[in-house]
Every structure is written in C-alpha cells, then in structure tokens.
C-alpha cells in the first residue's frame, strides 16, 4: 500500500429498513451504503464504492455514533447529520462544493436540482444536469442528504440507491414530505 493512501474500514450494521454500512478514514466517513438484496451485498456494494476497504473493524467512536444515528434516522426519528465529518478529500472541487451545500438542507426540507445549481454559481439547464449526475455519485447518502434534492416542479426525480426512486419517497416520507399518501412509514422501506 502507498503510504500516501488512507486506510478505509467498513463496519455492517443492521436498522429498521435492513442492514446498512459505512466506512471511514481517519479523516471521517467516506461511504454509507443503504441496504442491498442481502447482508453480503451491502457489505460488497460497500467495499466497491470504497475502491477497497482494508476490511470490517471495530468503529472508533465517532462513527459508532454515527452508526447510532443513522440507526435512529431509519427508525423515524429526527437527526441532524450536518457536523459529522466527511472525507471529501478524493472527489473534484465541483462535487465537494455541492456536496458541503447539500449538507446545509434541514430535516424536511427540499430543494431542487436547479434551485442547487443555482445556489453553488450555475444558471443554465446543464446544470441542473450536473447537479444531477453528482447526486448519482453522492458517496454518502443520508449524511449528504441528496434524497432532498427534488427534479424540476418538485417531482421526486431518480435515486441511485438500492429501491431506487422508491426509497428516496420513502426517505422523505421518514421526514414528513409525502409524494403518496398511502406510502407506509415503517417498518421497512
């Protein structure tokens, strides 16, 4: 290993919607996976967007609250995420300014893609499309909350996550935005 490269750990956690994981660097959280088919497959999906965790470990403390809250999210319960650390340290300028304004949205809030785009400088319908894109690459879902970015009109828009766009309404839903009323609450997504 370079010895340069940070070393990344992952730890499997399971919550009211299935089982969930993180990894972290020293410098902060570096993924969140939301839950895939299986136990296995988040912890794979997990360690593919991690480019290679150096494998499952006891969290250090800060993330084991983390983990805490995550778990009280996905229950329902109202938890503000916006001062947990994030190692944005290998993505473009571009996408860590986004991301660092995305963290700014308050529980039960929304905004949209273009409203983002305008917010970080951009002004033409392409960039609502690259506020778009980076969302789809957005390596910690949850903690930058990019299930509150919203497609023009305020329509629901698409998510990269497992259940895709059905997860991002139910997400919503966990924080009281409703786009079916019959959509339920938990247990579940």
């Not at 809250?69 to 319960?77: F, K, N, Q, S, V």
């Not at 905004?111 to 609502?128: F, S």
Request: overall charge positive.
């Amino acid at each position: 290993m370079d010895s340069d490269q940070l070393v990344i750990s992952h730890c499997i956690f399971d919550t009211a919607i299935g089982t969930c994981g993180v990894a972290w660097s020293e410098h902060g959280l570096v993924a969140v996976q939301l839950p895939a088919r299986d136990r296995a497959a988040t912890e794979r999906r997990l360690i593919a967007r991690t480019r290679g965790s150096a494998g499952a470990a006891t969290p250090p403390p800060a993330i084991a609250a983390l983990i805490a809250d995550i778990t009280r999210y996905l229950a329902g319960e109202q938890v503000d995420f916006s001062a947990v650390p994030v190692d944005l340290s290998g993505l473009d300028p571009f996408r860590r300014k986004l991301y660092e304004t995305m963290r700014a949205l308050p529980w039960g809030t929304t905004t949209t893609y273009g409203a983002l785009a305008r917010t970080i400088g951009l002004a033409n319908w392409e960039g609502a499309r690259d506020v778009g894109e980076a969302m789809g690459r957005n390596p910690v879902p949850i903690v930058i909350p990019c299930h509150r970015v919203l497609a023009a009109g305020n329509k629901l828009g698409g998510f990269s996550a497992p259940g895709g766009a059905a997860t991002k309404a139910k997400l919503l839903a966990l924080e009281g935005v409703r786009f079916d009323s019959g959509a339920p609450r938990l247990p579940g997504l």
